[in-house]
């Protein structure tokens, strides 16, 4: 399947800011990186153990440094991604966020020193990852998922090029973990960071 790889770009030095996310028993900072409704996470105590983060057109969560602020012992990061697939008519895309993905291997977040780790980077080939998909269940997929306005425009669609079809990491999931000193349970927490597609 011959698919074009999908990236966003780049924003210039200085234009980005921390995002930050308050747990109660942890919180987090990703430096130079910004997401939709930034004041909420920071402002208010988040109350569940996974949050979905939006981020902001152009912004990359990968390389990002990564501070966590907490009182709990043995941290540790660990991450994953997803992949979806887009159809791209006229430059205009629908993505298929409802159908196929690919979700990669968790591996663990580097450590630079205590409490502090860089997010992980990943190739072009590792971007391109998706499940064995046939151009005849793409098509069906377009038909069932995206506006009514696409299906005409792939119908007589015979391979998948770089003008009909976008692969792209959809979300990235970071999962902390570490020991509570006073109970030695374990906690969790999750943040989904939801990627744009399309800029």
């Not at 942890?26 to 105590?45: D, M, P, Q, R, W």
Request: proline share 6%.
């Amino acid at each position: 399947m011959s698919i074009l790889l999908f990236l966003c770009g780049f924003k210039t030095a200085g234009d980005s800011k921390d995002t930050v996310v308050r747990f109660r028993d942890l919180t987090i900072t990703i430096s130079n990186f910004e997401i939709f409704n930034a004041g909420h996470y920071v402002k208010y105590v988040q109350t569940t153990d996974t949050v979905y983060l939006e981020a902001e057109l152009g912004e990359l969560f990968e390389g990002k440094l990564i501070k966590i602020s907490s009182p709990l012992e043995n941290l540790q990061l660990r991450q994953h991604y997803e992949t979806t697939i887009s159809v791209y008519v006229e430059a205009d895309h629908c993505d298929l966020t409802d159908w196929k993905h690919y979700l990669s291997p968790v591996l663990p977040v580097k450590q630079l020193q205590p409490n502090t780790f860089i997010a992980n980077s990943y190739t072009p080939k590792q971007r391109e990852i998706f499940p064995p998909t046939t151009v005849e269940e793409f098509k069906k997929a377009v038909q069932n998922h995206c506006d009514p306005y696409y299906f005409p425009k792939i119908r007589k669609m015979k391979q998948f090029t770089p003008d009909n079809s976008l692969i792209g990491i959809s979300s990235y999931f970071l999962d902390i973990t570490g020991k509570d000193p006073k109970t030695k349970k374990i906690v969790k927490k999750v943040l989904v960071i939801n990627n744009p597609l399309g800029c």
